[in-house]
């Protein structure tokens, strides 16, 4: 099983460019979130999503768009990047249940210049 | 407000024990968390603790828990240069969906 996966892992774009960054896991999970991870801010939750075909707002979503269309994948998209979202980012998945651990992918690291 | 706070670099020399501290902010919160970030990877969960525990150990790993004091803390026995990471603590405060607030990080140091 390979787990969370995330693709690309390192991505250079240029201001007012656009991407998108994939998350897909084999692990049958509900919950799938996207992260964002800067120094001394630890990590910061942009976007989640309960299920297939939910998406919600985390606390830093602008900027930001999700899409959720299959289960075991999650999209991040950047419709027009800034320098300010020049980051690291985790995307993580959690099953139904009470306690709440997150299985993380390897992280893609994205320069905005 | 929801906030997880933590020291952001911790230097122990090997052999020796590693305290890595944490407030929190939610009282709510089931569990509390231990993850660790090696270079270049994703957190993996490390340890957690239910929140009416006042200690757990694993191994070499101790966490505490003060609740009146909103105060977690992890100890690390006999510290190797492997355990050189960055240390989060987390909650998962009642939002009625499956949520973790991370601290900002503890970049733990190992040194020889």
């Known amino acids: 099983n390979a787990g969370v996966t995330q693709t690309p892992k390192f991505r250079v774009l240029k201001t007012g460019q656009s991407m998108t960054l994939l998350c897909a896991q084999d692990m049958n999970h509900e919950y799938m979130y996207w992260y964002r991870q800067d120094p001394g801010m630890g990590l910061r939750l942009i976007h989640y999503?309960?299920?297939?075909?939910?998406?919600a707002k985390g606390e830093v979503p602008d900027g930001y768009n999700v899409s959720r269309l299959k289960k075991q994948n999650f999209l991040l998209g950047l419709e027009s990047a800034a320098p300010s979202q020049t980051s690291v980012y985790f995307c993580?998945?959690?099953?139904?249940?009470?306690?709440?651990?997150?299985?993380f992918g390897p992280g893609t690291r994205l320069t905005v210049t | 407000g929801e906030d997880v706070e933590q020291s952001l670099f911790l230097s122990v020399r090997e052999g020796d024990s590693s305290v890595i501290n944490c407030t929190y902010t939610?009282?709510?919160?089931?569990?509390l968390y231990w993850y660790k970030q090696e270079p270049g990877a994703g957190l993996q969960l490390l340890t957690y603790?239910?929140?009416?525990?006042d200690m757990k150990q694993d191994q070499r790993l101790t966490v505490l828990l003060n609740k009146k004091d909103k105060h977690l803390s992890l100890r690390i026995a006999d510290t190797q240069t492997g355990d050189s990471a960055i240390y989060f603590c987390?909650?998962?405060?009642?939002?009625?969906?499956?949520?973790?607030?991370f601290g900002t990080g503890t970049r733990l140091l190992v040194s020889p």
């Open positions: 999503s309960v299920g297939e075909g939910t998406t």
């Open positions: 939610d009282s709510s919160s089931t569990y």
């Open positions: 987390a909650e998962s405060p009642n939002t009625g969906f499956q949520k973790l607030v």
């Open positions: 603790i239910f929140s009416n525990m």
């Open positions: 993580a998945t959690s099953p139904t249940g009470g306690f709440y651990e997150q299985y």
